[in-house]
């Protein structure tokens, strides 16, 4: 999509399935090696009764979007704001929502409200980001 196409109002969605591979990668990747989200047993004992997925992967997977789909490759991040409000488990499928908030004409930026809906359809994370746009030049 080019930048001129984009309006206020304009809301890109796409789902995903959290699994365990995901999971156990982003854990080997960053560090993050928390029971909750790699040991069946000990999350059993806790609050959420089950494993859950790493807050910042869910949020990765909202930058993927941002880079590869909506607004697409040339997006750069500038700014991310985020409340995560419900856990995400393990093989749930997610649905990531980004909707156009503003669009900032002279410095090519869109302030996006940026989302992750459990499969309840309940807010897993919300936030806002604020990205630069610029289309990528196919030769």
């Known amino acids: 999509m080019k930048y001129t196409e984009i309006t206020p ?13 995901m999971v156990r990668k982003f854990a080997d990747i960053t560090g993050d090696d928390n029971p909750i989200h790699l040991d069946e047993d000990y999350a059993s004992k806790s609050i959420f ?5 790493h ?16 607004p697409g490759p040339g997006t750069i ?14 093989g749930e499928r997610i649905r990531i929502r980004v909707e156009v908030l503003e669009k900032i004409e002279e410095k090519s930026r869109l302030l996006l ?12 994370l919300v936030g ?12």
Do not use: C, M, W
């Open 49 to 53: 009764k089950s494993r859950i997925a």
């Open 113 to 124: 409200s940026t989302e992750v809906l459990n499969e309840k359809g309940e807010k897993a």
């Open 77 to 90: 991040y500038l700014k991310q704001d985020a409340t995560f409000k419900r856990p995400i488990y393990i």
């Open 55 to 70: 807050g910042i992967l869910t949020l990765g997977l909202v930058s993927a979007v941002l880079g590869r789909k909506f």
């Open 9 to 21: 109002g304009y809301i890109y969605v796409e789902e995903r399935v959290i699994t365990d591979e």
């Open 128 to 139: 806002e980001a604020l990205v630069l746009f610029r289309e990528e030049e196919v030769e």
